[in-house]
């Protein structure tokens, strides 16, 4: 499969696709040159890819006073989310708990995928046990170690990502749906 599909082709998987969301373009001021149609758009499957595979992401929080905090995080991509956790201390994890709204951006800034959605906080405790195993499962696959700690998955929202912009510049929006 290649990174790029018409728009009427659809991923079809396990996780989120987007086939659940509307697919077109970001928008922005004409200069930028983001073509009007959605040819040339991204597949889905780019951005589950490059999430899947990367080690390192840029996380962003806002603070009780309205400042942003970004931080890098380790975290896996499952189920269509993307998961993480901290300790309860950290700030970034402070800042959910007081705001859910989330951004998540891949290292790279070449193959750009940047995820805006809002936290849920998962206990594995009280989670349901398969999702928890198959978080811990990727946690230790990608980390070499088991999560078990209290972690947050991130409901996109809002998908952004080009490796090629203006070109193939694609933004997903998803409704309130879950995945």
Same mark, same amino acid.
Not at 28 to 45: F, K, M, Q, V
Not at 113 to 122: F, K, L, P, S
């Given at each position: 499969?290649? &990174?790029?599909?018409?728009?009427? *082709?659809?991923?079809?998987?396990?996780?989120?696709?987007?086939?659940?969301? @509307?697919?077109?373009?970001?928008?922005?001021?004409?200069?930028?040159?983001?073509?009007?149609?959605?040819?040339?758009?991204? *597949?889905?499957?780019?951005?589950?890819?490059?999430?899947?595979?990367?080690?390192?992401? /840029?996380? *962003?929080?806002?603070?009780?006073?309205?400042?942003? @905090?970004?931080?890098?995080?380790?975290?896996? /991509?499952?189920?269509?989310?993307?998961?993480?956790?901290?300790?309860?201390?950290?700030? /970034?994890?402070?800042?959910?708990?007081?705001?859910?709204?989330?951004?998540? @951006?891949?290292?790279?800034?070449?193959?750009?995928?940047?995820?805006?959605?809002?936290?849920?906080?998962?206990?594995?405790?009280?989670?349901?046990?398969?999702?928890?195993?198959?978080? &811990?499962?990727?946690?230790?696959?990608?980390?070499?170690?088991? @999560?078990?700690?209290?972690?947050?998955?991130?409901?996109?929202?809002?998908?952004?990502?080009?490796?090629?912009?203006?070109?193939?510049?694609?933004?997903?929006?998803?409704?309130? *749906? &879950?995945?």
């Amino acid at each position: 499969m290649t &990174d790029r599909e018409p728009e009427e *082709s659809r991923d079809r998987g396990d996780d989120r696709t987007d086939a659940d969301a @509307h697919r077109d373009r970001p928008e922005t001021e004409a200069s930028y040159g983001i073509p009007d149609d959605a040819e040339g758009t991204l *597949s889905w499957e780019f951005v589950t890819s490059r999430m899947a595979d990367d080690r390192t992401y /840029w996380l *962003s929080t806002t603070r009780p006073d309205g400042r942003p @905090h970004a931080r890098p995080v380790w975290g896996v /991509w499952v189920d269509g989310r993307f998961h993480c956790g901290g300790g309860e201390r950290t700030r /970034w994890v402070r800042n959910l708990k007081a705001n859910p709204a989330v951004a998540v @951006h891949r290292e790279d800034g070449e193959e750009v995928v940047v995820v805006e959605g809002t936290a849920e906080r998962i206990d594995p405790d009280t989670a349901e046990a398969d999702r928890v195993e198959r978080i &811990d499962a990727a946690y230790e696959e990608k980390y070499d170690i088991r @999560h078990g700690t209290p972690f947050f998955a991130v409901r996109p929202d809002t998908v952004l990502a080009w490796s090629d912009y203006p070109d193939d510049a694609t933004r997903w929006t998803f409704g309130e *749906s &879950d995945p």
